[in-house]
């Protein structure tokens, strides 16, 4: 079965920077691309950014972009999201997410980013 588990959650300060890691299993990796999601409270779960499945090629949204950064290893079933520069409101859950017939979700992983 299709299983995504995220880490590298956690607080940091403000202009400050964290890694989160997405290792996924159950299906072959190196076929699709993955994508990271993020849901503050009360808010509704929004894509924060893309890779495709050979890894050339990225999205991201607009509030992130030059500051994150998405990356995949093949060889490790594994989706990175580096991100620098955060603000108070890069504060949320951060999902991986994969799109197989249906949307696969990872149980998420918390983002805190406060003085």
């Known amino acids: 079965q299709v299983q995504l588990v995220e880490s590298g959650g956690g607080l940091v300060q403000p202009g400050g920077s964290q890694r989160l890691s997405c290792a996924a299993s159950g299906f072959t990796f190196r076929n699709y691309s993955m994508s990271w999601y993020r849901q503050a409270p009360g808010a509704k779960r929004d894509l924060v950014a893309v890779?495709?499945?050979?890894?050339?090629?990225?999205t991201y949204a607009d509030s992130v972009k030059g500051r994150f950064t998405i990356s995949r290893d093949n060889a490790k079933n594994t989706v990175y999201l580096q991100m620098n520069s955060l603000k108070p409101a890069d504060t949320a859950v951060y999902y991986c997410?994969?799109?197989?017939?249906?949307?696969?979700w990872g149980q998420g992983t918390q983002v805190t980013v406060s003085a």
């Open positions: 890779i495709n499945s050979a890894g050339d090629t990225t």
């Open positions: 997410n994969v799109m197989i017939r249906y949307n696969y």
